[in-house]
């Protein structure tokens, strides 16, 4: 069964409303209505019952949530299907093996149709058809009504949703409208703007855009005042300045001379308490001297993990470049600029150049222009500008460019050696498509000079968080913990700081910090990121091979992921088990598991390790971990294995054996066989026989 003869439209971009044939099915309480939401966010494909479970009732199901999932999917297929005779088969909500499947097509869901749209949307940009792109962002947008997505619906997994399909919406408007201005229709779009500026106070991306389209409609003077509002804000929340993006709009506009667009971009403000990387801070600074003083070129690359503060360490070392008579142009990518042609030339070099650079080519060849005349007008404009005066070029987050900008960067590289150019990069190890690995082989043996930023050692760290703290009385062990859990990762060390001031835990983050981990790992592939879930499911107690089991996948073919999440810095070996190079983002991702899953991943985990013939103390962490509830298997497991289990591991028999004695569901049986090999234990082990009669 693939279809229904039946058509729906299911809206969940606002308060849930499903219509059938122009009329409203009532989809019932709150809780009916997490059920239906889960499973059409999913719709045609068969959702297991415990996953069902722990997106509505999360960590702690009630006993009664098997039932309960019972009765909401019955009344589920009584609204759905209101035609439908009570002994005939059910045609949209069915159920098999423990699953449940909507059979919906994609089209009838609005959350379908938005990410079809926006997906469209990036093919078009990727392409450089900007008309389109425009035309199917209209239609993505068209499908939110101006609520918050799944409102009033409870339960972890809607509460996820809202908070991924909230950012997609905001990526969306925000690209929508660079579109917009770029098409001269900033009046069309500001209103808006400033009203989600309003709401998202502190998401740069969304006050850039707003202030640009402020600007355009001759109200600098309210961009300028609307960042003000942002880096007070930033200040007193997290003690952080804005980032480079939003700081160079910022410069433009408050440059009177040459509003709305600077000839040069300069340096972005230096970071809050920025601390550490003396050495590296010296490198750039010793580079920016040479090139001031005596005309030497050169280009540096520094690389590291997302988060580690690349692009606060180019605005601490290259920060007195422009005061030092050297232009500057400084670029940063954007992850939605990843692939269109030529985005991040504009960015490195001032943006009415790079037009009039392009406009002649672009008219000469009616579509994009060869790449090597893109290559020989950036590099003819560039010797003029060195014949003038040093120039020093900055490409930050360099892992986001297009194939042709990278080109162009290879081939000013070239030039360094006999002109005054510095050429400043700086990425994160992935993304990487092939003209970034070729660039990665080829610069280093060609002059460049790689710079790996590493983690913050613990000291250094420590003092970033008490400058972040303002002087607030902090405990000690608070510290260290915030420390030891971001793993030498300013950025993350930044939001367990904001998570502290908001009175949560580290076990239960602030959203900005699950949004900055999820947002890393973003770039990876899923099979890389099923595997990171794999191993945060797993935690510290783990063999490698164990990945495969919880998988399902055979090791060999697991190591291409491995070897991904290695090379970005989220994974580390250790002896042989791979663990998370930041605790913090095994936490996020372990947390994102609700517990009722989660048991049920250690039953099903601890029955294949036994049934693979691994070692009875794995198979007996395994269900100490959840813990499992005793079941038939669980129950035959232990009466067959207990005596080794006793004798091989007596601490974990102990505990599986307390376990299971103190289940219900044991048998009468087992029950007695079970508690006389528990006092057993509880003799060798030397304990009291007051605590041996607990068992009887």
Known sequence: ????????????????????????????????????????????????????????????????AMGNLYTYVSALRRALEPGRDRGSANTVLTSRGGTYRLHVPAE???????????????AFRAS???????????????????????????????????????????????????????????AEVTDGLLDLAARHTTRESLYAVTMLALAAE????????LYAELRERLATESGTEPG???????????????????TRSPAPPRHAGFRGRTAAVARLRHAVAALADGGHGGSLWISGEAGIGKSALL?????????????????VGDEPDRGAPLSLLPEFLPRDTANDLLAPLYAAHGTMPPTMA??????????????????????????????????????????????????VSASRPLPTGHEMRLLRRLLPRTGTTLIELGPLDDPTATELVRGWTLGADIEPGAVRSMVAAAGGNPLYLRHLVITERQGLSPDTPAPELIEAVHRHLRPLTDDTRELLHAVAFLGANHR????????????????????????????????????????????????????????TMHRQLAQRIAEAGGDLPRVAGQLLAGPVPIDAWVEQWLTANVEQLSATVPASAIAVLRHAVSSPSLSPQSRELLADRLRQSLLRAGLVPDECSAVR
């Open 544 to 599: 490698t091979a164990d990945l495969a089991a919880v998988t399902g996948k055979p090791l060999p073919a697991l190591v291409p992921f491995v070897e991904e999440a290695m090379a970005a810095g989220v994974l580390v070996e250790d002896g042989n088990r791979v663990r998370f190079r930041h605790p913090v983002v095994h936490q996020v991702l372990r947390g994102a598991i609700p517990t009722a899953l989660r048991v």
């Open 128 to 186: 450089g058809d900007a008309g389109n792109e425009l035309a199917a962002l209209d239609a993505a947008l068209a499908e939110w009504r101006g609520g918050e997505p799944l409102a009033g619906v409870p339960g972890p997994h809607a509460e996820a949703q809202r908070v991924r399909l909230g950012e997609l919406h905001l990526a969306s408007v925000e690209r929508h409208a660079e579109l917009m201005l770029g098409f001269g229709r900033a």
């Open 244 to 262: 480079a993006a939003v700081a160079r709009i910022h410069a433009q506009l408050a440059d009177e001379a040459a509003r709305p667009v600077r």
């Open 108 to 122: 009838q869901v609005d959350v379908h149709r938005f990410e079809r749209a926006r997906e469209e949307s990036r």
């Open 374 to 423: 893109v290559i020989d007008a950036v590099k003819a404009f560039v010797v003029v500008r060195c014949a003038e005066s040093p120039v020093l070029l900055v490409l930050d987050d360099m892992q986001w460019a297009d194939d042709t900008s990278l080109l162009v960067w290879h081939a000013l590289h070239e030039l360094t050696d006999r002109l005054p150019l510095l050429l």
């Open 1 to 64: 069964m693939t279809a229904v003869p039946i058509s729906f439209d299911i809206r969940l971009l606002d308060t849930p409303r499903v219509t059938l044939a122009g009329r409203d099915v009532a989809l019932g309480a709150a809780r009916r209505q997490a059920v239906f939401a889960a499973l059409a966010l999913h719709s045609d494909r068969a959702v297991p019952r415990e996953e069902l479970i722990a997106a509505v009732w999360g960590e702690n199901p009630p006993s009664s």
């Open 315 to 331: 605005a601490e070392g290259l920060r007195d470049a422009a005061t030092a008579a050297v232009q500057v142009g400084w670029g």
């Open 218 to 225: 001759d109200r600098a003077d309210e961009a300028l005042a």
